[in-house]
């Protein structure tokens, strides 16, 4: 026999093995939801070993040796509403690592997984290794040697590691192969879908999430990411603005987060007067393929705009998605001596209190009251150096909030 025969004899061999080998399996969806309700695969197995990249399906939904799949929750407060990561088999755990940052908004591949799990299983004497990695901190409630269940839960998605949004990255592996959980033509194992729920291949175009926000500055990517958090990053002053005449409430911004956009299709926001005259007009001209791809558009209200209301039409290919209306006067005025050792905002839909430098806050105590001095249920989360406040803003448009710091009592006056 000839070396060439040999060599296919293996090959043959090889790619029955492993259609055996796989058909054994079947693995529950490791994050919990619904899918295109509460998250979205963004990214599949890349099957190519050189520089370039290919999924499963010979598309796109892929990067430069990615190994794995990357279930995408919609924003950070999905992520602080907990979201729950679950084992895709029964096994046992055989590496827990936790306690890093869970909040990145930018890749860092020397982060790695950031907060993981690993979990073995075994089926029919062939050993499986699951993993799964940027959990949220302190959210993982296994060790190693534990044994758990198909579908128990094992921590909270994160933003841990190389991550720039709260996601799942799934990974699974026998004892020799990298494997894609996935059924494709372009795919290196020739196995079935191995998914038990029949994961969709997803290449439709979708808004997964959007919303318009007041801020002082212009905004960049981390703000669009999490509008709140980045307060704690800025000192409220005019060299954060690229023009230092803007004042601080005349900007509004409005952004959407999208799933699959085309190389070549036309994205556009158009802003609107109230009697529909054009203010400003944007247009994007996407260079590749994106399946996660944010999008905003920022007006200037004190030039662009004297009437109460703005609206925001954005396009693809100049087929309408949707119509965002914008408050197009200040979202409200806050009255604050410049005493008081922290500075107000408001936002669409919080108020939001930033602390001056060096002011401790360890006891901080707020409440909130209507024009008739009636106590307003709020809540209160609290970061580094601010405090977000979420009022019902639609039952009043006066509000008083009591603010007591280090057993000093202080009053902030607010009309919207």
Known sequence: MNRKFWTSFYIFTFIIGVIDLLAQIQLVTPIEGVYGIDYVVVNHVDQDTSQNFIDAFCGTKSYNGHHGTDFVIKDFINMDSGVNVLAAYEGVVFKV??????????????????????????????????????????????????IVIAGEKIGLVGSSGNSSD???????????????????????????????DNLPYDTVFSILNNGVFEMPFYPNLDTIREPYF?????????????????????????WFLAKGVKQGDKISAVWLSESLDTLLNYNYLADSDYWYFYYWTTLNIEVHSNSRYTQTRFFRNDTLLYTREVNSRNLGKIEVSESFPFKFFVNEDAFILKFKKGVNFDNLKIRSYDLNGKKLDMTMDVG?????????INNSRF??????????????????
């Open 384 to 392: 580094e150096d601010f405090a977000i406040l979420k009022v019902d």
């Open 399 to 416: 509000y008083i909030f009591e603010v007591v710091i280090d057993n000093q009592t202080y009053y902030a006056k607010c009309i919207i």
């Open 230 to 254: 980045p307060l704690q990053e800025y000192n409220f002053n005019t060299k954060e603005l690229k023009n230092p005449n803007i004042k601080t409430d005349s900007l509004r911004t409005v």
């Open 166 to 196: 709260p996601h799942l990255h799934f990974e699974i592996y026998t004892d020799s192969f990298l494997l894609d959980p996935w059924d494709g033509p372009c795919q290196f194992t020739p196995n079935g879908n191995i998914w038990k």
């Open 97 to 146: 690592v936790d306690g890093f940052f869970d909040r990145n908004k930018s890749t860092n591949p020397s982060k790695g997984f950031g907060n993981w799990v690993g979990i073995k299983h075994n089926m029919n004497n062939i050993n499986y290794y699951t993993y799964y990695a940027h959990l949220k901190q302190g959210s993982i409630e296994l060790d190693s040697g534990d």
